[in-house]
């Protein structure tokens, strides 16, 4: 098991619809609210308030034991998949976080064969080359990798990626300098983009969950600035 991220869907932040795929975080996080059973997180295989358990070793001793049951349950799911469908070199895990009265469970709504959009985090954050990892998994070698390490006590770090849509009908500016700026997916000068279709992808990285996804709202900002579009508030979220 490589990592465990939370999936940002129907964000009206970035400018989407309900149910509409708009980016991820790494590390899933169990102190963000609304963990139930609309709440989807995404495997990699081969604004809310500040987590609860930060600064409370009690309640930080408690998210470490449910994140350790999360990762018990996917890495038992992982197993399973591969032995029943000859599943080979890194693939992507859905599941919803649900809840049962031990705590919180992963319930798997689909498995994707293939290197997924989250997995650039997974190389971001961990150092790990998952190109690299999949091609020599065919020959048998595994990488050592201990994904516990990086999440106990407590993550050093969050990294998120946001897919900016496009409010209206538009043309791009130049974008020349944009990679610069952390963003990729950076479409052609000139370029038209109707409304509700993804304009870049933006990064950013925090201390916390709640401080990466911040950075992520900043960095969309500055793409609507400069493509014209209006700025979006919290009155505009559109998430489930």
């Known amino acids: 098991l490589l990592g465990l991220t939370e999936q940002l869907i129907g964000r009206g932040e970035l400018g989407t619809q309900r149910f509409t795929w708009?980016?991820?975080?790494?590390?899933?996080?169990?102190?963000?609210?609304?963990?139930?059973?609309?709440?989807?997180?995404?495997?990699?295989?081969?604004?809310?308030?500040?987590?609860?358990?930060?600064?409370?070793?009690?309640?930080?001793?408690?998210?470490?034991?449910?994140?350790?049951?999360?990762?018990?349950?996917?890495?038992?799911?992982?197993?399973?998949?591969?032995?029943?469908?000859?599943?080979?070199?890194?693939?992507?895990?859905?599941?919803?976080?649900?809840?049962?009265?031990?705590?919180?469970?992963?319930?798997?709504?689909?498995?994707?064969?293939?290197?997924t959009a989250s997995m650039e985090l997974v190389e971001w954050a961990y150092g790990l080359n998952i190109f690299e990892a999949h091609v020599r998994s065919f020959d048998g070698n595994l990488p050592v990798f201990h994904l516990e390490e990086h999440l106990f006590p407590r993550p050093a770090s969050y990294y998120g990626k946001a897919i900016v849509y496009a409010g209206h009908d538009g043309t791009m500016p130049e974008t020349a300098g944009w990679r610069a700026k952390g963003r990729r997916d950076i479409p052609f000068p000139g370029e038209k983009i109707a409304a509700r279709h993804p304009i870049c992808t933006v990064l950013a990285q925090g201390e916390t969950r709640d401080e990466c996804w911040r950075r992520l709202l900043v960095a969309a900002e500055m793409v609507r600035r400069e493509v014209g579009e209006p700025m979006r508030n919290e009155e505009d979220d559109d998430h489930v």
């Open 22 to 115: 708009c980016g991820n975080i790494l590390p899933l996080s169990l102190s963000t609210p609304k963990i139930s059973s609309s709440r989807k997180a995404r495997g990699g295989l081969s604004n809310p308030p500040p987590p609860a358990g930060f600064g409370n070793p009690a309640g930080a001793f408690r998210d470490v034991l449910k994140m350790e049951t999360v990762i018990e349950a996917v890495r038992e799911m992982a197993e399973k998949l591969t032995r029943s469908f000859g599943l080979r070199g890194v693939n992507g895990v859905d599941f919803v976080l649900g809840r049962n009265e031990r705590g919180p469970v992963p319930y798997l709504v689909e498995v994707n064969p293939r290197y």
